[in-house]
């Protein structure tokens, strides 16, 4: 996908989310993310997105402390988080194509991996304001989709801190029954998992479903459309693979 087809998503996906924050209000509590409400929801995706236009915007060389939690609130808050939104879009879509900056996941360039980051840090952040509102999600595009699901796992779990970890090897295949060929495969063992585009070689268990609804389903945001094989490595994804701030 082209570094500007991920800058539209991340700006329609932040028009949705603040939408939908304005609609529970920001008292509500988020299901898909236990312990929080609409306002931790707005802060943490606010200030991430000021931490991210920073580092492009400043061409920073090397990762900065993010600026913290706001003490906004109500109707402050979500202005405050949509000022924040457009300015990082503004910042991405007007940044040279070769921009120099820090970036922590393998990409073409820095650009192009802030405004894939971006793109689906906002859209997953989305569907849990939507699961605050009502818990009907917007649609979510095959193609984006796909690609959300190869970052996660060829790129996030791929690095020392993922905890998905078992004692003895154990393969986990990840399979878009809509799209040809989108299918992963995901080692497993007492080091990060080691995953594969691709499904060669026998697998423990097989997680499957269409790609729109694969996608949010690894980020731990609706059940998986389905399982076969071991379900312990299903339930063990659930329990190891979230992606904290830190």
Not at 101 to 128: G, K
Not at 163 to 173: G, I, Y
Not at 190 to 212: F, I, K, M, N, W
Request: hydrophobic content about 40%; glycine content about 10%.
């Amino acid at each position: 996908m082209e570094t500007a087809t991920f800058v539209e998503i991340l700006d329609r996906e932040g028009v949705l989310l603040a939408s939908a924050a304005e609609a529970a209000g920001v008292d509500a509590k988020v299901p898909t993310c236990p312990g929080w409400q609409v306002r931790d929801l707005l802060r943490h995706t606010g200030m991430v997105h000021r931490w991210a236009a920073e580092i492009v915007a400043e061409g920073h060389a090397g990762p900065v402390p993010d600026g913290g939690l706001p003490d906004h609130d109500g109707s402050a808050l979500l202005t405050w988080f949509r000022e924040g939104h457009g300015r990082l879009v503004d910042t991405l879509a007007g940044a040279s194509p070769d921009v120099r900056c820090w970036h922590f996941l393998p990409a073409p360039s820095p650009l192009a991996f802030w405004a894939r980051r971006q793109a689906h840090e906002t859209t997953v952040h989305r569907i849990d304001a939507e699961s605050a509102r009502d818990g009907v999600p917007t649609g979510i595009g095959v193609d984006f989709a796909v690609d959300g699901i190869d970052e996660l796992l060829c790129a996030f779990h791929a690095r020392p801190k993922s905890a998905v970890r078992t004692e003895e090897p154990r393969t986990l295949r990840v399979r878009a029954t809509d799209v040809p060929g989108a299918v992963w495969t995901v080692r497993l063992s007492a080091g990060p998992p080691v995953t594969e585009r691709g499904d060669a070689g026998d697998t423990d268990c097989e997680l499957s479903g269409p790609a729109a609804r694969l996608y949010p389903a690894l980020w731990n945001r609706l059940p998986f459309p389905e399982v076969t094989g071991d379900a312990s490595l299903a339930a063990l994804w659930r329990e190891k693979s979230g992606v904290t701030w830190s």
